[in-house]
């Protein structure tokens, strides 16, 4: 059984089934508007803001990992703010429950029925902080809703708005109070990316333009979700050729088949990367992928779903490093129009 519900938030406004196909120069301005946008907030830190808005473009899920304070949250709520739809903010702790994500069904008294009052994820974006200080049982009501963008509560199925997108922030594991993420978990955020510390200029920069204020509060939304919708659909039709979609199967099949790790890319990660390498190529004003748009995407996209050897976590190898020296091992297709 399948539902639509009123969440209670205004709705992202519909698309227009008669407007102009977006062009990739469409996608390529909306783009630019978001990254200035997030810019304005997020000092210093071009290509990870690059990679966020490859994400929501290529209709993914973005995992923020990082120490504290180094700006996870300021960088999902402000790309957040740059879209005019509804937000939601999960602050994920360790009594945090299942049903507080999804929702729960309430008896009502006068009706006599039960009726189903929406949790946190139903919104366009959902920004959740600290993903992992929930337990893993809460960590797995997410499962559903990132996959395959709905909501199944004593067994009735409701449907999330489009866009759709979950920016998560994480502590590294080694930080008190954490649960490591489920491989499964882990396997549905398209990519995850690391803040960092950033550059002594932008710091000081930073200083002055935080310092007085949170300049979130000065932020206004540069689109709306109808448009990052549309502006999705066109990214999906960039054309990869069969030699590129071929060099991308390649590229996971070598992580499976590498003693270096002991888990190796999923069909998901293959999938994903496509996704994730066209929304790439239509930022650069292009309508075709090419293979340096996949190799620029394998740290965000690959390191955080395979395992390492236990030979390569004693050595302290990153995933990166590994990933790096399996995808120079892959023929690259000489034509990929």
Not at 15 to 25: K, L, R, V, W
Request: proline letters at 7%; hydrophobic letters at 45%.
């Amino acid at each position: 059984m399948s539902s639509s519900i009123d969440t209670g938030a205004a709705p992202a406004p519909a698309s227009d089934a008669h407007a102009t196909p977006a062009t990739i120069g469409d996608v390529q301005r909306l783009a630019s508007d978001i990254h200035r946008s997030v810019a304005a907030v997020i000092e210093g830190k071009d290509d990870v803001i690059r990679t966020a808005v490859v994400v929501l473009l290529a209709e993914g899920h973005l995992l923020i990992e990082d120490v504290p304070g180094v700006g996870k949250t300021m960088l999902a709520k402000a790309l957040a703010r740059s879209i005019d739809s509804p937000m939601r903010r999960i602050q994920f702790t360790p009594d945090l429950l299942p049903s507080d994500v999804t929702g729960v069904s309430v008896f009502n008294q006068d009706t006599r029925t039960f009726e189903f009052r929406p949790g946190a994820i139903f919104a366009n974006v959902v920004v959740g902080d600290e993903i992992n200080r929930a337990s893993p049982k809460t960590q797995s009501a997410l499962l559903e809703c990132m996959e395959e963008g709905q909501v199944t509560v004593d067994g009735t199925t409701y449907q999330l708005q489009k866009p759709f997108l979950v920016m998560a922030t994480q502590n590294p594991i080694e930080m008190e109070g954490t649960y490591p993420l489920p491989e499964a978990q882990r396997d549905r955020f398209m990519a995850r990316i690391s803040m960092g510390y950033p550059p002594a200029g932008a710091e000081v920069e930073m200083l002055d333009v935080h310092g007085g204020g949170s300049p979130l509060d000065r932020m206004r939304p540069v689109t709306d979700g109808a448009t990052v919708a549309r502006m999705a659909d066109r990214v999906a039709q960039v054309h990869a050729s069969p030699a590129l979609r071929q060099y991308i199967v390649d590229i996971a099949a070598a992580t499976r088949g590498s003693s270096a790790l002991r888990l190796g890319a999923s069909p998901r990660a293959s999938l994903q990367l496509l996704r994730a390498a066209r929304a790439y190529a239509a930022l650069d004003g292009r309508d075709h992928v090419i293979p340096e748009d996949v190799q620029a995407l394998i740290g965000p996209v690959l390191a955080h779903r395979v395992i390492l050897s236990s030979d390569n976590q004693h050595l302290h190898r990153g995933a990166g490093a590994v990933l790096g020296e399996i995808v120079r091992r892959v023929p690259v297709p000489a034509a990929s129009r």
